[in-house]
């Protein structure tokens, strides 16, 4: 017998969350209103990611482009994980200031910025300017450091 408390899992026992999130993928009650959920499976092919990822950041989804890039870099080839690994953690740092963590954001945009940048070469055969979208992340983790806003600014554009 299950509670009703008990974890909604998947034919093969992996637990699922299942619960309805607001907009900065924070889990909300069950039956209480959420935001459109991104699958966790999701998995795009790249040129489809980086568009779908873009408009999500746009629309201030943060935690919801993270899970379309997260996708695209546990599928892809090896060579092009820290690519995919670095813009995903862009796009968690982006989902800790927007829920007001200024440590994680910080520490994420940083980290998101290192592994883009290890993942430079295979940026152009994305169409993504490696160099703009780890400076904007430096530029952006800084002021977030010095006291800034965590909220200002644009997102960073993904495809050139």
Same mark, same amino acid.
């Given at each position: 017998?299950?509670s009703p408390?008990?974890? *909604?899992?998947?034919?093969?026992?992996? #637990?699922?969350?299942?619960?309805?999130?607001d907009a900065?993928?924070?889990?909300?009650?069950?039956?209480?209103?959420?935001?459109?959920?991104? @699958?966790? @499976?999701?998995?795009?092919?790249? *040129?489809?990611?980086?568009?779908?990822?873009?408009?999500?950041?746009?629309?201030?989804?943060?935690?919801h482009?993270?899970? !379309? +890039?997260? &996708?695209?870099?546990?599928?892809?080839?090896? *060579?092009?994980?820290?690519?995919?690994?670095?813009?995903?953690?862009?796009?968690?740092?982006?989902?800790?200031?927007?829920?007001?963590? $200024?440590?994680?954001? !910080?520490s994420?945009?940083r980290?998101?910025?290192?592994?883009?940048? #290890?993942?430079?070469?295979?940026?152009?055969?994305?169409?993504? *300017?490696?160099? &703009? !979208?780890? #400076?904007?992340?430096?530029? $952006?983790?800084?002021?977030?450091? #010095? &006291? &800034? @806003?965590?909220?200002?600014?644009?997102?960073?554009? +993904?495809? $050139?």
């Amino acid at each position: 017998m299950t509670s009703p408390d008990a974890r *909604d899992r998947d034919d093969t026992g992996r #637990a699922r969350n299942a619960r309805p999130r607001d907009a900065a993928g924070r889990p909300l009650p069950p039956g209480a209103a959420g935001v459109e959920r991104i @699958d966790e @499976d999701v998995v795009l092919p790249p *040129d489809e990611a980086l568009r779908e990822a873009q408009r999500l950041l746009d629309g201030g989804f943060p935690f919801h482009a993270h899970e !379309v +890039l997260e &996708g695209a870099w546990k599928s892809g080839a090896v *060579d092009e994980r820290p690519f995919w690994q670095g813009l995903a953690q862009l796009a968690v740092g982006l989902t800790h200031a927007q829920r007001g963590n $200024r440590r994680g954001a !910080v520490s994420l945009l940083r980290r998101g910025a290192e592994n883009l940048g #290890a993942g430079a070469s295979v940026a152009g055969r994305h169409g993504v *300017d490696a160099e &703009g !979208v780890v #400076a904007w992340a430096q530029t $952006r983790a800084d002021a977030v450091e #010095a &006291g &800034g @806003d965590l909220e200002a600014g644009s997102p960073p554009r +993904l495809a $050139r």
